[in-house]
Structures are given as structure tokens and as C-alpha cells.
């Protein structure tokens, strides 16, 4: 699952980033968007999605939303893969 | 004493600058505005031991490792310049993304100094952070600021933080993250970026409590929806920007104009009382017609310049440039570019300096040139005289005129972006992603100070270069070669209508062929305001704006006769000015944002070719519709134009081979 197929309004955590270009992976992570991390979809716009990533709202294209990719935050739990403890 | 400025993007860092300084620097809700160092001097209200303060503005950052090459500004300036002291700017709405970009600050083992800032709005969102437990927890000052209101800011209190921590010479310890190194890995950095995040989302989660989370669906969300709907989103974009410029060009400045006129009249009626008979005609006429003429002319549409100013600072400040970006990003893909390539083209409607240079803040070196390049297709404030004019003279002010430049604009960027992603051969695309600033009411006192500040800049211009342009001008058409002054029979033999006469040979296919056009085109490039000044001028016509009074007084002959050219000439000239390059000052800000010769040179050409093409086919189409026959120098004009195109076209067909190439390569 990614940005642009998951359910709008929904916390989710980030489990990867693969973005294309390295420099974009680590400007997303200067955001607070990197493995780990809650993410939650605002709005599906044409072409374009808006998220809410540490308090902050961000459009991104489609090709980006592609490029993250998420985990519910319940199987996260169960897959023990997150450093994070989700309270 | 050497202040930095450092913050993320967006987070009110010009704001408080200007506020500190008393200076009036370009603002607006974006992120990514500002783009470049200023600097200024903590004012005196805010300085009671008058101690030497210079403070320096840097562009948003989110952290130390620059993205785009305006974050990089700041990394260098924080990194070598070695500031006494850093206030560190944090969006009090955002303190779990700002304190990232703060402990990277706080190692670099200058004094910091926090300021948070937006306080007002965190009561409105229920948010409340204890301020003197994150001073604790930070180890330097935290200071509240409301860098909007003039009054309770903070910032007296702020200033005074930055004085003691620079008197007490204490050093303060920056947060302690495990694994910290200088000589890290790329694999190590991110393992301690992680544990950065970490520490800070430690201290966020002690200091901010709120009532409401962000994620909620908002009423700004809900504007997002509409303004960015699929079959909303251009009409909306399309009827904004139509009031912006109807209001400034066919609304209020004309009317504001109409006013001014008026006492530009009678002071040229004042100053050719008192000078009498008594002065030599050359003089009177050099300060009558000259330069109170000519410079009129030109200030006579200070109120349309005002209006549209206060009118694009009030759409600056709403928030909405961010969604225009967000709006035509699937469009802008389409012809190479991104949604970022939008915001230097509004930027641009104002004046086409500040658009080039913020196109710092696209990454793509062919984005950012390529937008650098068409930015400046869209007409500027100075670029409005000249509209106005030509809509008065010959079209009776009819709104289409003007309006329809701008969409001409557009059409010209969708060609030229389609041209250049042929020429350069380079479709990668890249992704978009911009931080949406909220939505706010636009402040009436913000933009009223940015069109006064605008404004002043103007009659600056008109008082130093367009008069000394004019006066020249007016030189040169007063003498001959033999500096013997030129009879009202004989005015080609002026040393400019010699030196203009060659060049008009050259717009005869674009139906303008006349040297006072040719010579006002030239002037122009110094300054575009200077194509109304030229023409008043050399045809001694005084008063532009008010047309029909001009008609009465000059017994008959209107400004279209004596301009000697019909309407669709007329058009002609306008897309000729409107679509060549820009004036000298834009073309240096080009220069600094493609960093490459052949760029600028390709740019200049490219743009001197688009006015060029433009026009002939206005005039030649025009005068075929409207007459039945081409107009005059129709069949070298032509061939000059395919001569143009075929180049365009062999230029498109080689960056399209160069691409071919590696896909071959890696299919063998």
C-alpha cells in the first residue's frame, strides 16, 4: 500500500521511500517523512495528493505518493517491524 | 554585532526582518519567496542602547543539507560567515519538523536564539506549548513573537534575548544525539538524523499539548477541494487572475489615471508660465517637452501600476500561489516543466526581476532555465503603460486588449516550453511536492505598504533613468550631425531618426517601419517604460491617457493620426514590445539563474525571435483580414520568419536525436 491507494483521513505509518531520486528521498526525511513516521491522506486532488506529515500540510504528485509506502499502523504491532512504539 | 536569520521555509522570517528593520522587503505566503541574502539594521525603537546591530535575511531551510540551491544560501552563510548570533525562527504551529533544523543550528556553536513565532495562531488551534520548559530543555532563549502586529510582538523582548546571550559569552550545549560524529557516513548521517528526529520528538511530546490534531479534515482543507477541483481549478485560476488585472487596467487606474493626468498637465502648464519667453527655445523645449513630457507620460500610469500591485499583494498574502502550483502542475508536465515553473510567472506580471530569480527554488537545472526563459513572456508592471496606451489609442480601451496579452502570454510559454524540452532534448520529469501554507485573509495594510513601497521605486525610475533617457532622447532629435538644431520640415535629419531609420527598415514586415517606433523599441530594452516616454517623445504628444481632451486641444488630429499607423499596426507593435526580450535589468537576472552563456545568448535569441515571428503574422494576418491583401513588406519578412522557424525546427529535430541516442545504446 501507498499514498495513492490508501484510505483518506487514516493514520498510517511509512514503512519505505523510494523515491528515484536520492536527493528527494533526503529532503523528505528533513520533512519527517521517513520509515517509522505517521502519515495521514487529507485530500485526493486531480493528479495530486495532499498529506498531513508532523503537523504540516504537503501536496505531492502522483509519482511521489506512489513512492511512499505505508503500513497500518494495527499490522504494524503485529509484524514488530517499527522502532517507533505506537502508542 | 552579525544577526542571522535561519527557519524553515515559510515561517515568517521576512516578516520579522522587515518588522526588526523597519524595511519593506518582499512577503507572501509561500514558501520560497524569499531567495537571497538581505541585510539591514535593527531599528532604533527596538535598540535603546544603540549598539550596532546588522541583521541578515536568509532564505528558508529545512535543514543543513540543502535541497535547492536558495537553501544552500543559508547553510554557507550560517556555516562561514560566522554570525555572532543566530535567531532561529520556529513556526509555533510546527515545532516537531522546526527543532530538526534547530539542533543542527545549535552545533555549529553560535549563540541561538529562538523565536517563536505565529503565537497567535497557536491559541487558535488550541495548542499550547510551555515555553520556558523547551527553553530548558533547548539550553538557549525562547522567545515569543507575533512578527504580523506591530504591537506585543515579542520582538523587543527577542532583541534583548539576542544582546545577553552575545554580552554573556556562555556557550551553550547543543542536544546530546547518540552517535553523533563529524566524519559520518552516508549509512551513519541517517542513522543519526533518526535519533535527531527522535531526541526531538522526545522534547515535543514533553512541551506541546493539543486539544486538536492536525490530520483532521479542516475548512482549509475543504477550500483545497474546491480550488484545486478538477473542473474548477483553471476556471477559478483564470477568473483570479482576470479580476487582478481588469481592476488594475480597465477599472480603477484608469480611473486614478485620469486624475493624475490632470495634474501633470497643469504643472506643465505652471513650469511653461514661469519659464516664459525669456528661454532659449532649445531649453524650454529639452524641459517642457523633453523631460516633464516624457516623464509624464510615463507616471501618467503610476495608478495602474499601484493598483495592480496592491492587487497582487493582496493574492501574495492569501495563500493561494501555492495551490495555483499544485493546479497547473499536471499541465506543466505536459510542456516539461512543474507546478514550481507557475510561481515565477505570477511573480513576473509584477516585474520580471524578482520572477527569474525565483525560480532559485526549482531543483531541475533545465526546469529552472527553461522557466527562467519564459517567465519574462508575461507582460510586467512596466509592460502596462504600453498596453494601456496602445488599448486607448486605437481601441478605445477595450478590456479584450489587454487581457488578451495575458492569455497570449500563456499560449507563448505552453510553445516555448514545448520548443525548449524538443531543443535540449531532455524529458526527464521530477516530482512535485510543495508545503501548503494556510489560507489567511489578505492583510489591506500589508499591501497598501508593498504599492507604496512599489510605487516609490517607480517615480525613483522615472526620475533617474526614463528622464535621463527622455532628455536624451530629445537630444538627439533636436540636432543633426552637424549639432545644428533641426527644423519642425526637416526632423529626419535628427541624429536619432539617422541612427533609428536603419532598424525601422527591419519592422517594415511587422506593418511599424517607422524610426520614432524603431527608437522607442531600442529605449525600451533599458527600460520598458521607456517605449511610452520614447513615443511621447518624439511625436511631442503630451497626454496619453485622457484622449479625446488630447483630440480637442490639438485641433482634430487625434494620437492615432499622428502616430501615422492603423490599429493593426498598432497590435502589431504591442506584441512586438510585449514579446521580445526583457529590459536590461531582467536580462541580468537571467544571467545569474541559467549560469551558462549559451543559455542566455539561446534565451535572448530565442525571445528576440518570438516578438519577431509574432508580430509579422498580427500584422500580415491582420491586414489580410482586414483589407483582402498583405500588408507591406510581406515576402522578406516571410522569408526572414521561415529562415526563424526552419532553425527552431532543426535545432528541435537534433535535441530529439541526441535523446535517441543512449535509448539505443541500452537496448543494444
Known sequence: MNISNCKLNTEYLITDVNAKETDMKDFLFTLGCYPGERVVLISRLPSMYVVDIKNSRYSIDDDLARAICLIEPMEADKEDIMERVVV | ?668
Not at chain 2, 490534531?213 to 483553471?234: C, M, P, Y
Not at chain 2, 508536465?333 to 514550481?340: E, F, N, Q, T
Request: with cysteine; proline share 4%.
Open chain 2, 1 to 668: 554585532m552579525k544577526i542571522a536569520l535561519a527557519g524553515n521555509p515559510n515561517s515568517g522570517k521576512t516578516t520579522l526582518f522587515n518588522a526588526i528593520t523597519g524595511k519593506v522587503e518582499y512577503v507572501g505566503n509561500w514558501p520560497g519567496v524569499t531567495v537571497e541574502k538581505k541585510e539591514g539594521s535593527v531599528k532604533s525603537s527596538l535598540n535603546p542602547g544603540k549598539r550596532k546591530m546588522t541583521i541578515v535575511d536568509l532564505p528558508g531551510a529545512y535543514s543543513m543539507s540543502p535541497y535547492t540551491s536558495e537553501e544552500s544560501i543559508t547553510r554557507d552563510f550560517v556555516r562561514k560567515e560566522g554570525p555572532d548570533v543566530i535567531i532561529n525562527i520556529v513556526d509555533a504551529t510546527n515545532l516537531g519538523r522546526s527543532l530538526f533544523f534547530t539542533s543542527q543550528l545549535m552545533e555549529l556553536g553560535i549563540p541561538v536564539v529562538i523565536a517563536l513565532n505565529k503565537s497567535d495562531m497557536i491559541q487558535k488551534k488550541g495548542i499550547i506549548i510551555d515555553t520556558e520548559l523547551l527553553s530548558e530543555l533547548l539550553g538557549c532563549p525562547v522567545v515569543r513573537t507575533v512578527s504580523t502586529k506591530s504591537m506585543n510582538n515579542g520582538l523587543d523582548f527577542l532583541i534583548e534575548a539576542v544582546q545577553s546571550v552575545f554580552d554573556t559569552k556562555k556557550k551553550q550545549q547543543p542536544l546530546h544525539i547518540k552517535g553523533m560524529k563529524t566524519d559520518a557516513s552516508k549509512e551513519e548521517q541517517e542513522q543519526i538524523d533518526k535519533t535527531r528526529f527522535s531526541v526531538v520528538n522526545e522534547i515535543v511530546d514533553r512541551v506541546e499539548r493539543r486539544r486538536m490534531d492536525s490530520s483532521e479534515h479542516t475548512f482549509q482543507d475543504t477550500i483545497d477541494r474546491v480550488v484545486a477541483n478538477k473542473w474548477l481549478g483553471i476556471p477559478i485560476f483564470a477568473l483570479v487572475i482576470w479580476v487582478v488585472f481588469s481592476i488594475s487596467q480597465s477599472w480603477l487606474g484608469p480611473w486614478l489615471a485620469d486624475l493624475f493626468v490632470g495634474w501633470i498637465d497643469a504643472f506643465y502648464e505652471l513650469v511653461e508660465s514661469v519659464l516664459g519667453e525669456n528661454v532659449h527655445p532649445v531649453l524650454s523645449s529639452l524641459l517642457l517637452d523633453g523631460i516633464i513630457g516624457g516623464v509624464g507620460a510615463v507616471v501618467g500610469f503610476l495608478p495602474l501600476i499601484m493598483v495592480l500591485f496592491f492587487m497582487l499583494a493582496l493574492l501574495e498574502d492569501s495563500g493561494y500561489m501555492a495551490r495555483v502550483a499544485l493546479v497547473m502542475d499536471p499541465y506543466f508536465k505536459k510542456i516539461g516543466l512543474s507546478g514550481k515553473s507557475i510561481i515565477p510567472m505570477i511573480v513576473s506580471t509584477g516585474c520580471a526581476i524578482p520572477g527569474v530569480m525565483a525560480t532559485r527554488t526549482i531543483k531541475n537545472e533545465r526546469q529552472r532555465r527553461t522557466t527562467a526563459l519564459l517567465a519574462p513572456f508575461m507582460p510586467c508592471g512596466a509592460k502596462l503603460p504600453i498596453i494601456a496606451l496602445f488599448a486607448g489609442v486605437f481601441f478605445r480601451d477595450n478590456v479584450w486588449v489587454g487581457t488578451s496579452m495575458y492569455f497570449l502570454a500563456i499560449f507563448v510559454i505552453i510553445l516555448g516550453g514545448l520548443i525548449i524540452r524538443k531543443i535540449t532534448g531532455d524529458t526527464s520529469k521530477s516530482y512535485f511536492i510543495m508545503e501548503l501554507p494556510e489560507y489567511r485573509i489578505p492583510s489591506i495594510k500589508r499591501a497598501t505598504i508593498s504599492m507604496l513601497n512599489r510605487a516609490k521605486a517607480f517615480i525613483v525610475k522615472a526620475g533617474t533613468i526614463i528622464l535621463i533617457s527622455n532628455a536624451v532622447v530629445h537630444m538627439l532629435q533636436t540636432f543633426n550631425w552637424r549639432f545644428q538644431v533641426v527644423g519642425t520640415s526637416a526632423p529626419e535629419t535628427s541624429i536619432l531618426a539617422s541612427i533609428a531609420t536603419p532598424m525601422a527598415w527591419l519592422f517594415i514586415p511587422l506593418g511599424f517601419g517607422i524610426w520614432q517606433f524603431a527608437a522607442a523599441a531600442v529605449t525600451g530594452f533599458i527600460a520598458k517604460e521607456n517605449v511610452v516616454g520614447t513615443l511621447a517623445v518624439t511625436f511631442a504628444i503630451t497626454n496619453f491617457i485622457d484622449v479625446e481632451e488630447f483630440a480637442l486641444i490639438s485641433g482634430g488630429s487625434d494620437v492615432m493620426t499622428v502616430f501615422g499607423i492603423g490599429a493593426v499596426a498598432a497590435l502589431s507593435y504591442l506584441v512586438f514590445n510585449l514579446f521580445t526580450p526583457p529590459c536590461f535589468a531582467a536580462i541580468g537576472s537571467m544571467n545569474s539563474e541559467m549560469e551558462s552563456p549559451k543559455w542566455l545568448w539561446g534565451a535572448i535569441a530565442f525571445q528576440l525571435g518570438m516578438g519577431y515571428v509574432l508580430s509579422f503574422f498580427v500584422y500580415q494576418v491582420g491586414t489580410l483580414v482586414t483589407t483582402g491583401s498583405v500588408g507591406s513588406g510581406f515576402l522578406g519578412g516571410l522569408i526572414a520568419v521561415l529562415a526563424m522557424i526552419g532553425y527552431v525546427v532543426y535545432l528541435m529535430k537534433k535535441g530529439s536525436s541526441k535523446r535517441m541516442i543512449p535509448v539505443a545504446q541500452e537496448v543494444a
